[in-house]
């Protein structure tokens, strides 16, 4: 298992195959940054779109940095993950700011950057100023495992340094942005997950997996810690063809998007029940109020969490008034401003 046989093998398969995307042969960092922070934990095909809605919307940093937060958050609706997208537009603004609008081309400022880890880091000044900073992404974890016969967790604090050590020595002269797109590419398409394409593989006389017939069993992932139950139960509540959000403001899932009206339990609970708890009275105290449709449950996978949700329909009689509970009232029209969670937009789309 030769190095250098490796990275010419991946260079040489790359000029062959690459896909042609939007975000290559560029280099202009801001377009790169975007693009890196877009398809984290996002597929080519369903971040493709979103990307080309951010530049044309957003051309520059400053574009980016200028715009209202709602905007960002609406136009990043249905991605996930949305953490992502308050980093990007805080970081647009930190650039503006202390960079003058430039985007900064030393590891040491880049790293700084809010959202920007050594994967996005590594990208940036490979892409678009041709620095020899090697990428490690989910793709290249697999591919370095097989080829090199590793059995280290890739989930695991001592994987990132061994990895990062090894794809660091592989890329040592060649060009960094070509060597980047191709390792992350040769992963991504020949090394896949599921069923790679040994047969066809130009490196399979020389890689561990295939000749130790390993394939499928690397890379070693240690066992994640189980999912966390959240019940959600939303209050639908209407009042003259207007419908109630609320603002998620805590440091939880969907930071700054916005859903309605929500009583978190940690176990499940009857419509019954849920009546009597102190939340529910608490928002309907003096007010008068008729449920409706209850929905079925809605099971919706998070990450770390799976979210139970049930959909309450309350109509509110006219003239009353849901006192101090920073809800905002909108019409249909109106509501499509609104950046909302993909559980909501379904159930908004289904009702
Ligand atoms: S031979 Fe198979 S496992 Fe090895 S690098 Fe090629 S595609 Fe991946």
Not at 224 to 230: D, F, I, Q, S
Request: glycine share 6%.
């Amino acid at each position: 298992m030769s190095s250098k046989f490796f990275s010419e093998g991946i260079i040489n398969w790359y000029q062959q195959h690459k896909r042609d995307l939007p975000w290559r042969n560029i280099n202009d960092p801001y377009r790169i940054w975007l693009s890196e922070i877009i398809l984290q934990q996002t597929r080519v095909e369903q971040g493709l779109p979103y990307y080309e809605k951010f530049v044309s919307r957003f051309p520059t940093v400053k574009h980016l940095a200028t715009a209202p937060a709602d905007k960002v958050m609406k136009l990043w609706q249905g991605l996930g993950y949305y953490s992502r997208a308050r980093n990007l537009h805080s970081t647009a603004k930190e650039i503006v700011k202390t960079h003058k609008g430039k985007f900064p081309n030393e590891h040491v400022d880049v790293i700084k950057l809010k959202g920007i880890g050594e994967y996005t880091a590594a990208a940036i000044l490979s892409f678009a100023f041709n620095k020899p900073y090697a990428v490690v992404d989910g793709n290249v974890y697999r591919l370095l495992s097989r080829y090199f016969g590793i059995d280290t967790p890739i989930n695991s604090g001592k994987a990132k340094k061994e990895f990062y050590a090894l794809a660091q020595s592989l890329i040592e002269g060649f060009p960094p942005g070509i060597f980047n797109q191709a390792i992350m590419e040769f992963g991504s398409v020949q090394c896949r997950p599921a069923n790679p394409d040994c047969i066809h593989c130009p490196l399979h006389e020389s890689c561990f997996a295939f000749r130790n017939k390993r394939v499928n069993q690397l890379p070693v992932k240690a066992k994640a810690a189980k999912a966390r139950n959240r019940y959600f139960h939303y209050l639908v509540i209407r009042q003259n063809g207007k419908l109630f959000l609320k603002k998620r403001t805590a440091n939880d899932i969907w930071k700054n998007l916005y859903d309605f009206p929500l009583i978190e339990t940690d176990k499940r609970l009857t419509a019954k029940k849920l009546m009597q708890t102190k939340e529910w009275k608490n928002y309907f105290k003096g007010v008068k109020a008729k449920v409706g449709v209850v929905s079925a449950n809605n099971r919706h996978l998070l990450s770390h969490q799976t979210i139970h949700a049930r959909f309450y329909e309350i109509e509110l009689k006219p003239g009353e008034e849901m006192k101090g509970k920073s809800l905002i009232a909108v019409s249909s029209k109106q509501l499509k401003r609104y950046a909302v969670p993909r559980l909501i937009e379904r159930y908004l789309e289904r009702s």
